[in-house]
């Protein structure tokens, strides 16, 4: 396996509170992975982990021939790692053009490259993000990530609380990156079945360990297992 990232008994919380307990785990480089689990189970802690927005404790966090368990954030950020938060973070008083020029690094991903992947945040690019609704904030901070031009991309719930046309929006701009290549995709999401479907690695954690770690097209055959592994 061409390994992009690689986690070795690495244990990370906040503060004093130890959220992952000695999770290992390995991605290939070019690939799509749902990760999974319960509310609570430690799916955003490790998307944090991986961009150093926490406390790491032990173990070993290595991307590419780097080890980064003790980078930077923004050191982590320019060997190529980008995040789609929960909480869409735009500059509410800038235009959508405007905050996506100054999230651009060079790169194949540029502001009208975003705009043919999303034609609605071209057509409200004069727009300030305040005058967004919240799918087109989800849209424009998934943008802002792209012309940073990652080669891993964490999506923390794209799809949460998005109405099911503008989800399926996304959802499709998820399935294009991963047909374009030139990405590795971690795709945190609560609704399994979706996850699963457009990505062939699957991780489920449980309790802040990893309960299943395989393909995901065997997770989405057996409902069972899929049901006792991820239901609330």
């Not at 980078?71 to 800038?94: D, K, N």
Request: charged share 20%; with cysteine; glycine share 10%.
């Amino acid at each position: 396996m061409d390994s992009h990232l690689r986690f070795e008994d690495v244990c990370a919380g906040y503060g004093d509170t130890t959220i992952l307990e000695n999770v290992s785990l390995e991605l290939r480089r070019g690939g799509a992975c749902a990760l999974l689990g319960r509310n609570g189970a430690g799916k955003s802690t490790l998307l944090s982990t991986i961009m150093g927005l926490n406390t790491f404790k032990s173990g070993s966090i290595r991307y590419g021939d780097a080890e980064v368990s003790r980078m930077p954030p923004h050191r982590r950020s320019t060997l190529g790692i980008g995040l789609v938060p929960q909480e869409r973070e735009i500059f509410h008083s800038l235009s959508v053009e405007d905050n996506l020029q100054v999230a651009v690094r060079a790169g194949e991903w540029n502001v009208e490259r975003v705009y043919e992947l999303f034609p609605r945040l071209a057509q409200r690019r004069g727009n300030l993000g305040n005058r967004l609704s919240g799918g087109e904030q989800q849209m424009l901070a998934f943008g802002r990530a792209l012309v940073g031009n990652p080669e891993l991309l964490l999506l923390d719930e794209p799809l949460e609380g998005l109405a099911p046309a503008i989800a399926d929006i996304l959802l499709d701009a998820i399935v294009k990156l991963k047909s374009l290549g030139g990405f590795t995709l971690i795709l945190v999401e609560q609704h399994a079945t979706v996850a699963l479907e457009v990505t062939e690695q699957a991780i489920v954690l449980n309790r802040g360990q990893v309960s299943y770690s395989g393909p995901s097209a065997d997770l989405l055959k057996d409902e069972p297992l899929l049901t006792k592994l991820v239901s609330c």
